[in-house]
């Protein structure tokens, strides 16, 4: 089982930058796919980006293209998110998670294996 742990979210102004960090315990984290996905209060999840184990597939929402990239370090068991060009709308608790599918993470991401307990990013407009 992999466990999973966010860390990075803060305020920040409107057009700025921050980077998310996820790191995983566990010695299987490399054999998974990761995603981020976020979800504002009394809103439904939302699907944010993917990548594959070994970092060479990603995904994205059509939301953050460009704007957001994610990759991975196996060796230190973290995926990170680096958001840049930050809008109020992306104002969010983002969660890590974890699926040896990253189908699953782009499309049923409310049946994962593992998950963070979030990190709050408020962007100020």
């Known amino acids: 089982q992999v466990q999973l742990v966010e860390s990075g979210g803060r305020w920040v102004q409107a057009g700025g930058s921050l980077r998310l960090s996820c790191v995983a315990s566990?010695?299987?984290?490399?054999?998974?796919?990761t995603g981020w996905i976020r979800q504002v209060s009394g809103k439904e999840r939302e699907f944010v980006a993917a990548?594959?184990?070994?970092?060479?597939?990603?995904d994205y929402a059509d939301s953050v293209k460009g704007r957001f990239t994610i990759s991975r370090d196996n060796a230190k068991n973290t995926v990170y998110l680096q958001m840049s060009s930050l809008k109020p709308e992306d104002t969010a608790v983002y969660y890590c998670?974890?699926?040896?599918?990253?189908?699953?993470?782009?499309?049923?991401?409310?049946?994962?294996?593992?998950w963070g307990q979030g990190t709050l990013v408020t962007v100020s407009s």
């Open positions: 998670a974890a699926d040896p599918s990253m189908v699953k993470i782009t499309t049923n991401h409310n049946d994962l294996d593992a």
């Open positions: 990548i594959n184990w070994s970092g060479f597939s990603t």
């Open positions: 566990g010695d299987t984290f490399s054999s998974y796919a």
